[in-house]
């Protein structure tokens, strides 16, 4: 278990306090299998739309304040990864939803992620529309697509563009480095807030390649027409057509070579098991390589 302190418990619960979670693993996928069709979260995992009840965490169908991932059969520590691959994404400085790594009453670990799309209203919370890429661009497969494809649709209805177009790029850049094959469609979001049409924030970081180590596919979607052997060239030819400045594109890319050994040291201090800390330290470093080529 992970000691957290109060700053981030408040941040989290509006109060300083680890809530229980009265249920375990078997009963959990229980529940969600429930549960199926009623909630509006979709994906691989069983997931729990969860409220904060005193000082447990409940599922409920309408009005919860988080979403709770827990370890499933076939990917291995998926809850540690995604949670470490949230504090990298955090310490690059990529926008993440609040989030933490907790324990089920059977001891084994869970994803927390805080809802962003929800306000809370006295007992009841508020939703604030948010829409995925794969609702906005249209289309049966969710991998099928490009980052120029987001690109053009945050040019179209983002308040303002330039800014959203540099955090695309960011978030591009890290999913490469931390081995994220699986950034899809779903994946990215539009919120909306008071009028104002943003990127969401990112709450569904991963290294898939940690976990997938025969992955061939360096990204989810294409940038330039390609999603395997990118080289730093690749992406900095993405910055050029997102007609970011390449002031701006070198200190990211730069930004992200000073944190490998950052980068690494949080990894090896995680509750990943030994095979996949190293898998991934294998990954980041590989991939780091690549930008450092082309220096």
């Known amino acids: 278990m992970i000691n957290y302190n109060q700053k981030i418990l408040r941040k989290m619960f509006g109060k300083p306090i680890l809530p229980i979670i009265p249920i375990t693993l078997s009963e959990l996928s229980a529940t969600a299998q429930q549960l199926a069709g009623k909630l509006s979260i979709s994906g691989v995992q069983p997931k729990l739309s969860v409220r904060l009840d005193g000082n447990k965490l409940l599922p409920v169908v309408r009005y919860g304040q988080f979403i709770l991932k827990p370890q499933t059969e076939g990917f291995p520590e998926l809850p540690q990864n995604e949670y470490l691959c949230m504090q990298m994404g955090k310490k690059f400085g990529i926008n993440t939803a609040d989030c933490l790594l907790l324990e089920l009453a059977d001891g084994s670990p869970a994803y927390l992620v805080k809802r962003f799309d929800r306000i809370k209203k006295g007992q009841k919370s508020k939703k604030i529309h948010c829409e995925d890429m794969q609702q906005i661009l249209g289309g049966s497969d969710k991998y099928s697509g490009s980052h120029e494809q987001i690109a053009k649709a945050i040019l179209e209805h983002c308040t ?19 081995g994220n094959g699986d950034a899809h469609k779903k994946n ?104 450092k080529n082309n220096l």
């Open 160 to 178: 303002f563009a330039p800014l959203e177009l540099q955090r695309l790029f960011d978030l591009t850049v890290f999913n490469f480095v931390i």
């Open 188 to 291: 990215f979001s539009f919120l909306t807030t008071n009028g104002h049409i943003s990127l969401s924030p990112v709450y569904d970081l991963v290294s898939s390649r940690t976990v997938l180590p025969e992955e061939t596919d360096e990204l989810a979607l294409t940038i330039g027409g390609r999603k395997k052997r990118l080289s730093r060239q690749d992406f900095e030819s993405f910055a050029e057509y997102l007609k970011i400045t390449a002031e701006y594109t070198q200190k990211r890319i730069s930004r992200l070579i000073n944190l490998q050994d950052e980068f690494c040291r949080m990894i090896s201090t995680s509750t990943l098991t030994q095979t996949l800390q190293d898998r991934f330290t294998v990954t980041v470093t590989e991939r780091m390589d690549r930008f």
